[in-house]
């Protein structure tokens, strides 16, 4: 998450401009992604949990986010579900999904996310993540990549690198994935799948 020193030292200890500094943009921080690691609450879903009678839960997630998680995978990317609260539902769209890497019922996010890249071998600068409230700036202040849906907390909007255009479980993930794979040049192959031969 880290840019190169935009400042160099000079003889009597002061630092003076690097005219070779260019600030990381949007698209040089989405070229390094290798991990798109999602809250599900507010990101995947809009919120709203329903407790049923007997104590089961639903909630609803948006097909094109599926879609967009799935792609993702066939790209070469890895996604992942990163959640403090455990739910069946979550993990049965995440099998749907053939979506792997699930941490859920984690009391910090931090450490289940510093366990994630440990394990995965990977650096800050390699994962994007979304998250929509408090309990995410932890671990959105470490990734390479941070992003918020369009009705997420405004204190986590004003510290990410990125605010989808979209709320959660309304499209706020397909938009996220949309834009790394344009940035590493992938988006074009997930369309031609699909487009009629001329």
Same mark, same amino acid.
């Given at each position: =998450?880290?840019? #190169?020193? /935009?400042?160099?030292?000079?003889?009597?200890? /002061?630092?003076?401009?690097? #005219?070779?500094?260019?600030? +990381?943009?949007?698209? %040089?921080?989405?070229? $390094?992604?290798?991990? +798109?690691?999602?809250?599900?609450?507010?990101?995947?879903? %809009?919120?709203?949990?329903?407790?049923?009678?007997?104590?089961?839960?639903?909630? @609803?997630? *948006?097909?094109?986010? @599926?879609? $967009? =998680?799935?792609?993702?995978?066939?790209?070469?990317?890895?996604? &992942?579900?990163?959640?403090?609260?455990?739910?069946?539902?979550?993990?049965?769209?995440?099998?749907?999904?053939?979506?792997?890497?699930?941490?859920? &019922?984690?009391? /910090?996010?931090?450490?289940?996310?510093?366990?994630? +890249?440990?394990?995965?071998?990977?650096?800050?600068?390699?994962?994007?993540? =979304?998250?929509?409230?408090?309990?995410? +700036?932890?671990?959105?202040?470490?990734? &390479?990549?941070?992003?918020? #849906?369009?009705? @997420?907390?405004?204190?986590?909007?004003?510290?990410? *690198?990125?605010?989808?255009?979209?709320?959660? &479980?309304?499209?706020?993930?397909?938009?996220?994935?949309?834009?790394?794979?344009?940035?590493?040049?992938?988006?074009?192959?997930?369309?031609?799948?699909?487009? #009629?031969? /001329?």
């Amino acid at each position: =998450m880290s840019n #190169p020193e /935009s400042r160099a030292p000079n003889p009597n200890g /002061s630092r003076v401009p690097n #005219p070779e500094f260019r600030p +990381l943009t949007i698209h %040089d921080q989405a070229t $390094a992604i290798r991990l +798109l690691l999602f809250d599900v609450d507010g990101v995947l879903t %809009d919120g709203v949990v329903i407790v049923h009678t007997d104590g089961s839960e639903s909630k @609803g997630f *948006h097909i094109r986010d @599926g879609a $967009a =998680m799935v792609w993702a995978q066939r790209a070469g990317l890895t996604v &992942g579900l990163l959640s403090a609260r455990s739910s069946g539902a979550t993990a049965h769209r995440a099998a749907q999904l053939g979506i792997r890497l699930v941490v859920q &019922g984690v009391s /910090s996010k931090l450490e289940a996310y510093e366990r994630i +890249l440990r394990d995965a071998g990977l650096s800050d600068d390699a994962v994007a993540y =979304m998250g929509d409230d408090l309990l995410d +700036l932890p671990v959105l202040a470490r990734a &390479g990549l941070s992003a918020a #849906p369009a009705d @997420g907390a405004s204190e986590v909007r004003a510290h990410v *690198h990125w605010v989808s255009a979209h709320g959660g &479980g309304r499209g706020a993930v397909r938009e996220l994935i949309e834009l790394v794979l344009r940035a590493q040049g992938r988006w074009d192959a997930v369309v031609r799948e699909y487009t #009629p031969a /001329s």
